[in-house]
């Protein structure tokens, strides 16, 4: 969807790197989420944040890390401690508000090691 | 937490026939459950949505029927094309609750011609 914008579409990652992958919004959501999707596999969590300078870790944490210093922006960073990283990452953004809650996600980001 | 599971993994359908994908869900606070489209490489995409005060919901070839009280939810397509060819991913959320999805594991269909 229009309103959330990842990039860069493509990214190779040298050993021992960190790379971050960046995700903006201008919906004025309030949620924001990063998933991993390894081939043939379903959407795993790997962080969220539901308001300005705080994120939650979610279900495959380990060898990443985020910030949330702006309601637009939920850049990714994979570092050199996750030693698997190619994939597919998806970000998506969310209102928190009953009636209005859909999921929108960015265009992915596909990243592997070089 | 919630738990999502989603059934069969893998559809295989001739082109024209109908295909049906479940799923489950285990917290009874989950309210509105989104079936998301994902072509590959692609994002995915919300094609339907449902509110647990609703027990169905139509969109020309697309509906989705919920029973709260089995707690399971189905996506029906039906006069399958081509074009329906995807990864398909039920998703739950506790809407007014914590809001945060937990998706399905996604079913892969794959409609010949």
């Known amino acids: 969807d229009g309103g959330i914008t990842q990039s860069p579409k493509y990214l190779f990652r040298k050993e021992g790197q960190n790379v971050t992958l960046s995700c903006e919004q201008n919906?004025?959501?309030?949620?924001m989420y990063w998933y991993r999707q390894d081939p043939g596999q379903g959407l795993r969590l790997i962080y969220y944040s539901q308001i300005v300078n705080d994120f939650q870790k979610g279900d495959i944490a380990e060898g990443y890390s985020v910030s949330r210093e702006k309601k637009e922006s939920f850049p990714l960073t994979v570092t050199s401690a996750q030693k698997n990283p190619t994939a597919f990452y998806l970000c998506?953004?969310?209102?928190?508000?009953?009636?209005?809650?859909?999921?929108?996600f960015g265009s992915g980001t596909q990243l592997s090691v070089l | 937490g919630e738990n999502v599971e989603q059934h069969p993994s893998t559809l295989s359908v001739q082109e024209g026939d109908s295909a049906v994908i479940k799923c489950t869900y285990s917290?009874?606070?989950?309210?509105?459950f989104p079936w998301y489209k994902q072509e590959l490489g692609k994002r995915p995409q919300l094609i339907i949505d449902i509110r647990s005060n609703v027990g169905e919901k139509k969109d020309q070839r697309i509906a989705v029927t919920l029973n709260k009280t089995a707690k399971h939810f189905s996506l029906h397509i039906t006069e399958t094309q081509p074009e329906d060819s995807a990864v398909y991913f039920c998703a739950a959320l506790s809407s007014g609750g914590s809001y945060i999805p937990t998706f399905g594991r996604g079913t892969s269909l794959i409609v010949h011609p």
């Open positions: 919906l004025n959501h309030d949620a």
């Open positions: 998506a953004s969310q209102h928190y508000q009953e009636g209005n809650e859909k999921l929108f």
């Open positions: 917290d009874s606070a989950s309210n509105y």
